[in-house]
Protein backbone atom coordinates (compact mmCIF):
# COMPACT_ATOMS: atom_id res chain seq x y z
CA UNK A 1 0.00 0.00 0.00
CA UNK A 2 1.40 3.38 -0.80
CA UNK A 3 2.45 5.54 2.54
CA UNK A 4 -0.17 8.07 1.61
CA UNK A 5 -2.79 5.76 1.90
CA UNK A 6 -1.63 3.72 4.82
CA UNK A 7 -1.20 7.31 6.63
CA UNK A 8 -5.49 7.68 5.25
CA UNK A 9 -6.13 4.44 7.33
CA UNK A 10 -3.89 4.92 10.44
CA UNK A 11 -5.65 8.31 10.62
CA UNK A 12 -9.07 7.01 9.76
CA UNK A 13 -8.89 4.89 13.01
CA UNK A 14 -6.99 7.01 15.08
CA UNK A 15 -9.84 9.62 14.51
CA UNK A 16 -12.67 6.93 14.24
CA UNK A 17 -11.00 6.13 18.24
CA UNK A 18 -10.82 10.34 19.38
CA UNK A 19 -14.60 11.26 17.95
CA UNK A 20 -15.94 8.11 19.77
CA UNK A 21 -14.21 8.27 22.67
CA UNK A 22 -15.16 12.66 23.10
CA UNK A 23 -18.88 11.81 21.94
CA UNK A 24 -19.22 9.64 24.72
CA UNK A 25 -19.41 12.69 26.93
CA UNK A 26 -20.14 15.46 24.46
CA UNK A 27 -23.95 15.21 23.81
CA UNK A 28 -24.68 14.66 27.53
CA UNK A 29 -22.78 18.23 28.62
CA UNK A 30 -26.35 19.72 29.93
CA UNK A 31 -26.94 16.58 31.33
CA UNK A 32 -23.80 16.34 33.40
CA UNK A 33 -24.61 20.10 34.50
CA UNK A 34 -27.49 19.22 35.61
CA UNK A 35 -25.64 16.45 38.02
CA UNK A 36 -23.58 19.71 39.17
CA UNK A 37 -26.38 21.70 40.33
CA UNK A 38 -27.50 23.55 37.68
CA UNK A 39 -31.22 22.73 37.98
CA UNK A 40 -33.33 25.47 36.27
CA UNK A 41 -33.87 24.87 32.46
CA UNK A 42 -33.03 28.52 31.35
CA UNK A 43 -29.51 28.12 33.10
CA UNK A 44 -29.06 24.85 31.82
CA UNK A 45 -29.33 25.79 28.21
CA UNK A 46 -27.25 29.23 28.69
CA UNK A 47 -24.15 27.10 30.90
CA UNK A 48 -24.47 24.48 28.37
CA UNK A 49 -23.50 27.29 25.33
CA UNK A 50 -20.92 28.78 26.81
CA UNK A 51 -19.67 25.29 28.24
CA UNK A 52 -19.91 23.76 24.31
CA UNK A 53 -18.01 27.46 23.35
CA UNK A 54 -15.17 27.38 25.93
CA UNK A 55 -13.42 25.30 24.19
CA UNK A 56 -13.97 26.56 20.97
CA UNK A 57 -12.98 29.95 22.24
CA UNK A 58 -9.33 28.53 23.21
CA UNK A 59 -8.78 26.68 20.13
CA UNK A 60 -9.89 29.75 18.38
CA UNK A 61 -7.27 31.76 19.72
CA UNK A 62 -4.36 28.98 19.45
CA UNK A 63 -5.11 27.81 16.17
CA UNK A 64 -2.75 29.88 13.90
CA UNK A 65 -0.51 29.35 16.37
CA UNK A 66 0.09 25.62 16.43
CA UNK A 67 -0.56 26.07 12.85
CA UNK A 68 2.84 27.52 11.97
CA UNK A 69 4.75 25.46 14.32
CA UNK A 70 3.19 22.79 11.95
CA UNK A 71 4.85 24.42 8.73
CA UNK A 72 8.04 24.69 10.88
CA UNK A 73 8.53 21.27 12.50
CA UNK A 74 5.32 18.89 10.78
CA UNK A 75 2.16 18.19 11.06
CA UNK A 76 2.85 14.70 12.71
CA UNK A 77 4.56 16.58 15.61
CA UNK A 78 0.96 18.72 15.84
CA UNK A 79 -1.05 15.40 16.04
CA UNK A 80 0.69 14.19 19.16
CA UNK A 81 0.73 17.52 20.90
CA UNK A 82 -2.89 17.19 20.81
CA UNK A 83 -3.32 13.61 21.32
CA UNK A 84 -1.15 13.72 24.81
CA UNK A 85 -2.39 17.11 25.87
CA UNK A 86 -6.04 15.99 25.71
CA UNK A 87 -5.79 13.13 27.51
CA UNK A 88 -4.71 14.67 30.27
CA UNK A 89 -7.28 17.20 30.03
CA UNK A 90 -10.49 15.27 29.87
CA UNK A 91 -9.36 13.27 32.49
CA UNK A 92 -9.38 16.60 34.74
CA UNK A 93 -12.92 17.28 33.72
CA UNK A 94 -14.67 14.06 35.36
CA UNK A 95 -12.95 16.14 38.53
CA UNK A 96 -15.12 19.21 37.70
CA UNK A 97 -17.65 19.83 41.26
CA UNK A 98 -19.52 22.84 39.58
CA UNK A 99 -20.12 24.72 36.21
CA UNK A 100 -17.43 26.81 36.89
CA UNK A 101 -14.70 24.38 37.44
CA UNK A 102 -16.10 22.54 34.02
CA UNK A 103 -16.11 25.66 31.97
CA UNK A 104 -11.99 26.07 33.08
CA UNK A 105 -10.95 22.21 31.73
CA UNK A 106 -12.90 22.93 28.68
CA UNK A 107 -10.48 26.25 28.16
CA UNK A 108 -7.72 24.55 28.51
CA UNK A 109 -9.02 21.46 26.37
CA UNK A 110 -9.23 24.38 23.58
CA UNK A 111 -5.83 25.37 24.03
CA UNK A 112 -4.63 21.75 23.57
CA UNK A 113 -6.88 20.39 20.78
CA UNK A 114 -6.06 19.58 17.52
CA UNK A 115 -6.29 16.26 16.83
CA UNK A 116 -8.61 16.08 13.94
CA UNK A 117 -7.51 19.63 12.07
CA UNK A 118 -3.78 18.14 12.54
CA UNK A 119 -4.75 14.95 10.91
CA UNK A 120 -6.55 16.93 7.96
CA UNK A 121 -3.46 19.15 7.13
CA UNK A 122 -0.96 15.69 7.36
CA UNK A 123 -3.47 13.65 4.64
CA UNK A 124 -3.90 17.02 2.37
CA UNK A 125 -0.35 17.56 2.20
CA UNK A 126 0.26 14.36 1.64
CA UNK A 127 -2.17 12.85 -0.69
CA UNK A 128 -1.76 13.36 -4.36
CA UNK A 129 -3.57 16.64 -5.58
CA UNK A 130 -6.16 14.62 -7.64
CA UNK A 131 -7.04 12.45 -4.88
CA UNK A 132 -7.42 15.10 -1.95
CA UNK A 133 -11.22 15.63 -1.99
CA UNK A 134 -11.64 11.59 -1.79
CA UNK A 135 -9.12 10.84 1.44
CA UNK A 136 -10.76 14.22 3.05
CA UNK A 137 -13.96 13.03 2.50
CA UNK A 138 -12.82 9.35 4.24
CA UNK A 139 -11.16 10.93 6.86
CA UNK A 140 -14.33 12.86 7.61
CA UNK A 141 -16.01 9.39 7.67
CA UNK A 142 -13.60 7.62 10.23
CA UNK A 143 -14.01 10.85 12.55
CA UNK A 144 -17.84 10.63 11.92
CA UNK A 145 -18.56 6.67 12.30
CA UNK A 146 -16.57 7.08 15.80
CA UNK A 147 -19.11 9.82 16.59
CA UNK A 148 -21.99 7.68 15.86
CA UNK A 149 -20.69 4.64 18.23
CA UNK A 150 -19.47 7.07 21.10
CA UNK A 151 -22.93 8.49 21.75
CA UNK A 152 -24.80 5.14 21.69
CA UNK A 153 -21.56 3.71 24.47
CA UNK A 154 -21.63 6.64 26.11
CA UNK A 155 -25.62 6.72 26.87
CA UNK A 156 -25.30 2.90 27.76
CA UNK A 157 -22.24 4.13 29.96
CA UNK A 158 -23.98 6.86 31.30
CA UNK A 159 -26.81 4.99 32.56
CA UNK A 160 -24.53 2.01 34.20
CA UNK A 161 -22.22 4.08 35.45
CA UNK A 162 -22.30 8.25 35.34
CA UNK A 163 -20.85 10.81 33.71
CA UNK A 164 -17.60 11.25 35.38
CA UNK A 165 -16.46 7.42 34.60
CA UNK A 166 -17.21 8.25 30.71
CA UNK A 167 -14.15 11.22 31.48
CA UNK A 168 -11.71 8.79 32.52
CA UNK A 169 -12.52 6.19 29.52
CA UNK A 170 -12.36 9.09 26.95
CA UNK A 171 -9.04 10.36 28.31
CA UNK A 172 -7.69 6.54 27.97
CA UNK A 173 -8.84 6.07 24.32
CA UNK A 174 -7.08 9.12 23.07
CA UNK A 175 -3.70 8.36 24.43
CA UNK A 176 -4.35 5.04 23.05
CA UNK A 177 -4.44 6.98 19.40
CA UNK A 178 -1.39 8.89 19.89
CA UNK A 179 0.32 6.23 20.80
CA UNK A 180 -0.65 4.91 17.73
CA UNK A 181 -0.01 7.69 15.13
CA UNK A 182 3.45 7.90 16.95
CA UNK A 183 4.70 4.39 15.98
CA UNK A 184 2.75 4.19 12.29
CA UNK A 185 2.00 7.16 10.60
CA UNK A 186 4.80 8.48 8.64
CA UNK A 187 4.71 12.30 7.07
CA UNK A 188 5.84 11.99 3.45
CA UNK A 189 6.18 15.82 2.20
CA UNK A 190 8.37 17.02 5.89
CA UNK A 191 8.03 20.78 6.06
CA UNK A 192 11.95 22.46 5.43
CA UNK A 193 11.77 24.48 8.22
CA UNK A 194 13.51 27.27 6.32
CA UNK A 195 10.73 29.85 6.71
CA UNK A 196 10.74 33.66 5.65
CA UNK A 197 10.39 35.93 9.05
CA UNK A 198 6.85 36.60 8.91
CA UNK A 199 3.88 37.48 11.88
CA UNK A 200 0.16 36.24 12.13
CA UNK A 201 -0.96 39.30 10.29
CA UNK A 202 1.40 38.54 7.63
CA UNK A 203 0.57 35.02 7.10
CA UNK A 204 -2.98 35.82 6.93
CA UNK A 205 -2.85 39.10 4.53
CA UNK A 206 -0.49 36.62 2.36
CA UNK A 207 -3.07 33.69 2.49
CA UNK A 208 -6.30 35.52 2.00
CA UNK A 209 -4.94 37.37 -1.56
CA UNK A 210 -5.83 34.43 -2.87
CA UNK A 211 -9.43 34.82 -3.70
CA UNK A 212 -11.98 33.46 -2.82
CA UNK A 213 -9.68 32.33 0.32
CA UNK A 214 -11.27 34.60 2.94
CA UNK A 215 -14.90 33.97 2.42
CA UNK A 216 -14.35 29.69 2.02
CA UNK A 217 -12.97 30.78 5.91
CA UNK A 218 -16.55 32.86 6.28
CA UNK A 219 -18.12 29.29 4.44
CA UNK A 220 -16.81 27.25 7.04
CA UNK A 221 -17.49 29.49 9.83
CA UNK A 222 -21.53 29.52 8.54
CA UNK A 223 -21.37 26.06 8.18
CA UNK A 224 -19.88 25.10 11.89
CA UNK A 225 -22.43 27.73 13.45
CA UNK A 226 -25.46 26.23 11.91
CA UNK A 227 -24.16 22.91 13.31
CA UNK A 228 -23.15 23.62 16.64
CA UNK A 229 -25.53 26.12 17.45
CA UNK A 230 -28.79 23.44 17.28
CA UNK A 231 -25.71 20.53 19.70
CA UNK A 232 -26.65 22.03 22.89
CA UNK A 233 -30.15 21.64 22.76
CA UNK A 234 -30.60 18.28 20.79
CA UNK A 235 -30.87 16.29 24.55
CA UNK A 236 -33.26 19.04 25.84
CA UNK A 237 -35.20 18.69 22.90
CA UNK A 238 -34.91 14.64 23.37
CA UNK A 239 -36.23 14.82 26.99
CA UNK A 240 -38.98 17.26 25.52
CA UNK A 241 -39.90 14.71 23.37
CA UNK A 242 -39.23 11.37 25.45
CA UNK A 243 -41.39 12.59 28.48
CA UNK A 244 -38.15 12.44 30.44
CA UNK A 245 -37.23 8.67 29.94
CA UNK A 246 -33.85 7.04 28.88
CA UNK A 247 -32.71 10.49 27.82
CA UNK A 248 -29.69 10.32 28.14
CA UNK A 249 -29.54 7.05 25.67
CA UNK A 250 -32.36 8.44 23.41
CA UNK A 251 -29.96 11.53 22.88
CA UNK A 252 -27.10 9.56 21.99
CA UNK A 253 -29.05 8.04 19.15
CA UNK A 254 -30.41 11.17 17.81
CA UNK A 255 -26.42 12.15 17.16
CA UNK A 256 -25.73 8.84 16.27
CA UNK A 257 -28.41 8.50 13.50
CA UNK A 258 -27.29 11.33 11.55
CA UNK A 259 -23.70 10.27 12.52
CA UNK A 260 -24.72 7.16 9.69
CA UNK A 261 -25.95 8.95 6.77
CA UNK A 262 -23.04 11.61 7.19
CA UNK A 263 -20.35 8.72 7.14
CA UNK A 264 -22.08 7.66 4.14
CA UNK A 265 -22.48 10.42 2.33
CA UNK A 266 -18.87 11.75 2.86
CA UNK A 267 -16.13 9.47 0.99
CA UNK A 268 -19.56 9.83 -1.98
CA UNK A 269 -19.53 13.72 -1.91
CA UNK A 270 -15.66 13.68 -2.03
CA UNK A 271 -15.16 11.44 -5.12
CA UNK A 272 -17.63 13.90 -6.58
CA UNK A 273 -16.12 17.12 -5.34
CA UNK A 274 -12.73 15.39 -7.20
CA UNK A 275 -14.74 14.95 -10.64
CA UNK A 276 -16.75 17.57 -10.44
CA UNK A 277 -16.94 21.56 -9.51
CA UNK A 278 -16.38 21.48 -5.78
CA UNK A 279 -18.14 24.27 -5.31
CA UNK A 280 -21.13 23.49 -7.35
CA UNK A 281 -21.50 20.32 -5.14
CA UNK A 282 -21.28 22.44 -1.88
CA UNK A 283 -24.23 24.92 -3.11
CA UNK A 284 -26.26 21.74 -3.66
CA UNK A 285 -25.25 20.02 -0.35
CA UNK A 286 -25.98 23.29 2.14
CA UNK A 287 -29.34 24.41 -0.11
CA UNK A 288 -30.35 20.76 1.02
CA UNK A 289 -29.22 20.98 4.40
CA UNK A 290 -31.58 24.71 4.68
CA UNK A 291 -34.50 22.78 3.61
CA UNK A 292 -33.99 19.99 5.69
CA UNK A 293 -33.48 21.61 8.99
CA UNK A 294 -36.65 23.37 8.51
CA UNK A 295 -39.31 20.54 9.59
CA UNK A 296 -36.66 20.23 13.19
CA UNK A 297 -39.03 22.77 14.02
CA UNK A 298 -42.26 21.23 13.81
CA UNK A 299 -41.63 17.52 14.74
CA UNK A 300 -44.06 15.72 17.44
CA UNK A 301 -42.49 12.22 17.95
CA UNK A 302 -38.82 11.24 18.56
CA UNK A 303 -38.76 9.07 15.31
CA UNK A 304 -39.97 12.26 13.10
CA UNK A 305 -36.43 13.96 14.36
CA UNK A 306 -34.83 10.76 14.03
CA UNK A 307 -35.63 10.78 10.03
CA UNK A 308 -34.66 14.22 9.78
CA UNK A 309 -31.40 14.44 11.69
CA UNK A 310 -30.65 11.28 9.27
CA UNK A 311 -31.20 13.14 6.21
CA UNK A 312 -29.27 16.08 7.36
CA UNK A 313 -26.20 14.29 7.71
CA UNK A 314 -26.50 13.55 4.25
CA UNK A 315 -26.32 16.78 3.04
CA UNK A 316 -23.99 17.98 5.62
CA UNK A 317 -21.75 15.09 5.30
CA UNK A 318 -19.76 16.42 2.85
CA UNK A 319 -19.76 19.85 3.63
CA UNK A 320 -16.20 20.72 5.21
CA UNK A 321 -14.23 18.21 3.20
CA UNK A 322 -15.10 19.86 0.21
CA UNK A 323 -14.07 23.30 2.23
CA UNK A 324 -10.68 21.56 2.74
CA UNK A 325 -9.80 20.47 -0.55
CA UNK A 326 -10.61 23.92 -2.24
CA UNK A 327 -8.78 25.63 0.87
CA UNK A 328 -5.81 23.34 -0.16
CA UNK A 329 -5.88 24.01 -3.95
CA UNK A 330 -5.51 27.69 -3.06
CA UNK A 331 -3.29 27.31 0.14
CA UNK A 332 0.30 29.23 -1.01
CA UNK A 333 3.16 26.53 -1.20
CA UNK A 334 4.70 26.13 2.01
CA UNK A 335 2.03 27.61 3.83
CA UNK A 336 -0.55 24.76 3.69
CA UNK A 337 -1.09 24.30 7.82
CA UNK A 338 -0.92 27.64 8.52
CA UNK A 339 -3.82 28.14 6.25
CA UNK A 340 -5.36 25.63 7.77
CA UNK A 341 -4.70 26.91 10.95
CA UNK A 342 -6.61 30.01 10.18
CA UNK A 343 -9.29 28.04 8.56
CA UNK A 344 -9.56 26.11 11.90
CA UNK A 345 -9.89 28.93 13.77
CA UNK A 346 -13.13 30.38 11.57
CA UNK A 347 -14.14 26.73 12.38
CA UNK A 348 -13.79 26.81 15.87
CA UNK A 349 -15.00 30.51 16.11
CA UNK A 350 -18.73 28.67 14.90
CA UNK A 351 -18.05 26.07 17.33
CA UNK A 352 -17.32 28.73 19.75
CA UNK A 353 -20.62 30.88 18.87
CA UNK A 354 -22.90 28.51 17.68
CA UNK A 355 -23.64 26.94 21.32
CA UNK A 356 -23.45 30.45 22.90
CA UNK A 357 -26.23 31.62 20.35
CA UNK A 358 -28.16 28.33 20.51
CA UNK A 359 -28.36 28.48 24.02
CA UNK A 360 -29.45 31.64 24.05
CA UNK A 361 -31.89 31.33 21.22
CA UNK A 362 -33.31 28.26 23.29
CA UNK A 363 -33.48 30.44 26.49
CA UNK A 364 -35.38 33.29 24.31
CA UNK A 365 -37.52 31.67 21.50
CA UNK A 366 -37.59 27.98 22.69
CA UNK A 367 -35.81 25.17 21.31
CA UNK A 368 -37.86 25.09 18.34
CA UNK A 369 -36.88 28.10 17.08
CA UNK A 370 -33.04 27.46 17.05
CA UNK A 371 -33.85 25.05 14.10
CA UNK A 372 -35.19 27.77 12.01
CA UNK A 373 -32.00 30.13 12.58
CA UNK A 374 -29.64 27.04 12.08
CA UNK A 375 -31.52 26.95 8.44
CA UNK A 376 -31.46 30.56 7.68
CA UNK A 377 -27.68 30.30 8.66
CA UNK A 378 -27.51 27.43 5.82
CA UNK A 379 -29.09 29.40 3.44
CA UNK A 380 -27.29 32.48 3.91
CA UNK A 381 -23.84 30.79 2.86
CA UNK A 382 -25.47 28.76 -0.01
CA UNK A 383 -25.91 32.68 -1.44
CA UNK A 384 -22.74 33.21 -0.37
CA UNK A 385 -21.07 30.05 -2.05
CA UNK A 386 -23.29 30.28 -5.66
CA UNK A 387 -23.13 34.36 -6.14
CA UNK A 388 -19.56 35.05 -4.61
CA UNK A 389 -17.32 31.76 -4.48
CA UNK A 390 -18.43 30.18 -7.50
CA UNK A 391 -18.03 33.17 -9.97
CA UNK A 392 -14.58 33.17 -8.84
CA UNK A 393 -13.57 30.45 -9.10
CA UNK A 394 -15.69 29.98 -12.55
CA UNK A 395 -13.49 33.13 -13.86
CA UNK A 396 -16.43 35.05 -14.54
CA UNK A 397 -17.17 38.61 -14.32
CA UNK A 398 -19.39 39.14 -12.02
CA UNK A 399 -17.09 38.17 -9.23
CA UNK A 400 -14.94 40.82 -10.33
CA UNK A 401 -17.89 43.36 -10.72
CA UNK A 402 -18.29 42.06 -6.93
CA UNK A 403 -14.64 42.86 -5.89
CA UNK A 404 -14.93 46.15 -7.81
CA UNK A 405 -18.11 47.28 -6.03
CA UNK A 406 -16.53 46.31 -2.58
CA UNK A 407 -13.14 48.14 -3.24
CA UNK A 408 -15.06 51.11 -4.43
Same mark, same amino acid.
Given at each position: ????????W??F???F?????M?????????Y???LG??D???????????F??????AF????????????H???L?????????????I????????F????????N????????????????????E??G? =??G????? +???? $?I???L /??? *?? !?????F?F?F??????????????L???????????????S??????????A???????F??A?L???A?????????L?V?????????AF????A???????NM? =???????? +???? $?????? /??? *?? !??A???????????L???FL???????????L????NAL????????????????????I??????????G??????????G?????????????L?????????????????????A? $??
Amino acid at each position: MEQWKRNLWILFICQFIVLGSMTMILPFLPLYLQELGVTDPNKVSLWSGLIFGANFFTAFIFSPFWGRLADKHGRKLMILRSGFGMSIVIILTGFATGPFGLLIVRLLNGIVSGFIPASIGLVATNTPKERVGY =ALGTLQSG +AVAG $SIIGPL /FGG *LM !AESFGFRFIFNITGVCILVAAIVVLIFVKEIEKPTGNQVKSNAIKDFKRITAQKPMLALFFTAFLIQLAMLGVNPIIPLFVQELSSGQNVAFLAGAATSVMGISNMI =ASPQIGKL +ADKK $SPHRIL /FIT *LT !AAACISIPHAFVNELWQLFLFRFLLGLCVGGLLPTVNALIKRLSPEGMESRTYGFSNSFIYLGNMLGPILGGWLAASIGLRGVFIFSAIFFMVNALLVNFYIAPILDGKRFARLFDFAK $SS
